[in-house]
């Protein structure tokens, strides 16, 4: 009789476990179903963004610490566009190597709506210009903290956007590309 009631013990916890991984499953469905009317892309495609995004910020990373070149284009050094062009070559972009050929690509974000894999633009050393002058890949995004990677004089490194009076200063505009087309 013992046995018989923990038998009985186990069935319902089954079947309770089975109730609420169901309703977990039936949440995150809905979920989706929101989040496509919120943004109009489907959230297979949000996902399939996000992990290549994730695999060129991974990339750009294992050349950290590569020295600045003056228009270098390979991993023995890269100036600021080079290193974007050689990173998102990698997976089949073709940007061009200019800074301010690359800002007229994609489509404009607002700062404040900024995600990794999002290009951000600036003035080069010189403040008074209006031109663009300077690349950089936002590659993480936190209440504190927009980190961007980009090859600069002390050679590739991340920044935090929000504490750097320099390139906060020269900030031009962020863009997005579309990551969509499974190049």
Same mark, same amino acid.
């Given at each position: 009789?013992?046995?018989?009631?923990?038998?009985?013990?186990?069935?319902?916890?089954?079947?309770?476990?089975?109730?609420?991984?169901?309703?977990?499953?039936?949440?995150?469905?809905?979920?989706?179903?929101?989040?496509?009317?919120?943004?109009?892309?489907?959230?297979?495609?949000?996902?399939?963004?996000?992990?290549?995004?994730?695999?060129?910020?991974? %990339?750009?990373?294992?050349?950290?610490?590569?020295?600045?070149?003056?228009?270098?284009?390979?991993?023995?050094? %890269?100036?600021?566009?080079?290193?974007?062009?050689?990173?998102?070559?990698?997976?089949?972009?073709?940007?061009?190597?200019?800074?301010?050929?690359?800002?007229?690509?994609?489509?404009?974000?607002?700062?404040?709506?900024?995600?990794?894999?999002?290009?951000?633009?600036?003035?080069?050393?010189?403040?008074?210009?209006?031109?663009?002058?300077?690349?950089?890949?936002?590659?993480?995004?936190?209440?504190?903290?927009?980190? %961007?990677?980009?090859?600069?004089?002390?050679?590739?490194?991340?920044?935090?956007?929000?504490?750097?009076?320099?390139?906060?200063?020269?900030?031009?505009?962020?863009?997005?590309?579309?990551?969509?087309?499974?190049?």
């Amino acid at each position: 009789s013992n046995m018989q009631c923990r038998t009985l013990t186990v069935k319902y916890l089954l079947l309770f476990v089975c109730t609420l991984s169901l309703n977990s499953f039936a949440q995150s469905v809905e979920n989706e179903v929101n989040l496509n009317q919120i943004t109009g892309v489907s959230a297979d495609t949000l996902k399939k963004n996000s992990e290549q995004v994730d695999q060129i910020i991974s %990339f750009a990373k294992t050349f950290l610490g590569t020295p600045y070149r003056y228009a270098g284009t390979t991993p023995s050094g %890269f100036d600021c566009s080079g290193f974007i062009s050689f990173v998102f070559g990698n997976f089949g972009f073709s940007l061009i190597h200019s800074s301010y050929g690359m800002a007229e690509l994609g489509a404009t974000v607002k700062l404040a709506e900024v995600q990794p894999g999002d290009l951000l633009f600036f003035k080069g050393s010189n403040i008074n210009s209006t031109q663009v002058g300077h690349v950089a890949m936002v590659t993480e995004v936190r209440p504190d903290a927009i980190l %961007f990677i980009h090859s600069a004089t002390g050679g590739v490194m991340i920044n935090n956007f929000k504490t750097s009076k320099y390139y906060i200063s020269r900030f031009i505009k962020a863009k997005r590309l579309d990551y969509g087309q499974g190049r």
